[in-house]
């Protein structure tokens, strides 16, 4: 028996559904949450709307400090992109609000929690896993696995039917989330991988064809790993991070049209804007290639493949992520420095990098004569590095 429940709420077609659908179907009191995580005008009348469908209050959280430095931070320093393309940014909020929500659940001795995610794609996971790690005890409704309605369609004739207003039509059915780091667009006509999406949907970047004609550089400061300034104005996190999303977004950056392997084996077309996350990660790799010994670098690297894997899949709760995180820290000891960037018709490139303890070293890397390194040895270290090549060219000869 269900009499209480925490939805985690965000004004779109599914949980604006959802609030009269759980009312109707488990009888039930509704508490609608709603998670600031920097999607700004997002937010806009979302009391009103809950309230009007149903809901008996609504919290409106802003976590966007605490997203930013809980959880983008150890992203950016983790290197993670999932697939090679993919800067997580909404896997990355999911933990975070899934969190919030219990908190609220417990406050409000909720005796159950309930997202709006679908039963074909990996919020589902994030969610529930969180819920799990963090608040065993609650009962998980998730109304995509249990309702009649077979699609976006046929929830906008539910809301219509209601007087719900929903912020979507069946002429624009694909879905969006935005935070802080990014936006997303996925489903309706965008399943067609063939369809190029029309400009009039990127909402953080200019088409790099309209961008302006002179490129632009930045600067990012890091210290042991954080970004601290950006042209030399030193910034909070959530600051810097939009201020790059605006210098981004005007040079047409950060943009990825890509199909990924979604964790439940279903391949899912997205489309990504990530202007400054794409600016931040470029510049913290380029410096740890200064300031990381090989060995470290590459074995990071194997790291941030694994942490990627975790943050997609929802398991930013567990103990391995904890344990990595530990690694992660140790490897920015000396990841302090500056990058500079130039922005460019869609291209964000390294065109610099400096740092205090940089590894680098001109004079072993120079072709000119030098007294550090004597070029002789390297004949002596090219015959035992190649020495299983030969043995093995031997034998296939039959020698």
């Not at 077609?13 to 609030?19: A, E, G, Q, R, W």
Request: aromatic residues 10%; proline residues 5%.
């Amino acid at each position: 028996m269900v009499k209480k429940v925490v939805l985690a709420y965000s004004g779109g077609l599914d949980t604006s559904v959802m609030i009269p659908w759980l009312k109707e179907k488990y009888g039930c009191e509704i508490i609608a949450f709603a998670a600031d995580v920097g999607q700004e005008e997002e937010l806009d009348g979302l009391k009103e709307k809950a309230i009007k469908t149903g809901a008996s209050k609504i919290y409106i959280e802003d976590l966007t400090k605490e997203f930013a430095e809980d959880f983008l931070l150890p992203m950016i320093k983790s290197g993670a992109i999932y697939e090679g393309n993919y800067l997580l940014g909404t896997s990355i909020a999911r933990p975070l609000i899934a969190k919030k929500q219990v908190e609220i659940a417990k406050k409000e001795k909720a005796d159950a929690v309930a997202h709006g995610a679908t039963g074909k794609g990996n919020d589902q996971v994030r969610f529930e896993l969180t819920f799990k790690a963090l608040a065993p005890e609650l009962k998980i409704l998730a109304p995509w696995r249990e309702w009649e309605l077979k699609g976006r369609e046929e929830e906008i004739d539910y809301a219509k039917a209601r007087n719900i207003p929903v912020p979507v039509s069946k002429k624009k059915p694909y879905s969006s989330d935005r935070n802080l780091w990014h936006i997303s667009y996925e489903g309706g006509i965008l399943e067609d991988p063939w369809y190029e999406p029309k400009e009039d949907m990127f909402l953080l970047t200019v088409s790099p064809d309209k961008a302006p004609a002179k490129p632009e550089y930045v600067e990012i400061e890091f210290e042991r790993g954080m970004p601290r300034s950006v042209n030399g104005k030193k910034m909070t996190l959530v600051e810097l991070i939009k201020a790059l999303n605006k210098l981004g977004g005007k040079h047409g950056v950060g943009r990825v049209d890509i199909v990924e392997n979604r964790l439940v084996g279903i391949k899912s077309r997205g489309v990504y804007e990530t202007p400054g996350g794409t600016a931040l990660y470029l510049a913290h790799q380029a410096l740890e290639t200064i300031t990381l010994d090989r060995e470290t670098m590459h074995y990071k690297q194997l790291v941030a493949q694994k942490y990627a894997e975790l943050i997609y899949n929802g398991q930013w709760f567990t103990p391995l992520r904890e344990s990595l995180d530990s690694f992660i820290e140790k490897t920015q000891e000396n990841v302090t420095g500056v990058v500079r960037l130039k922005l460019f018709k869609g291209n964000c490139s390294v065109v610099g990098r400096k740092a205090p303890r940089s590894l680098y070293n001109p004079e072993l890397a120079s072709f000119e004569k030098e007294e550090i390194y004597n070029q002789k040895d390297a004949e002596g270290f090219i015959n035992l590095f190649g020495l299983p090549l030969k043995v093995a060219a031997q034998i296939k000869k039959g020698k």
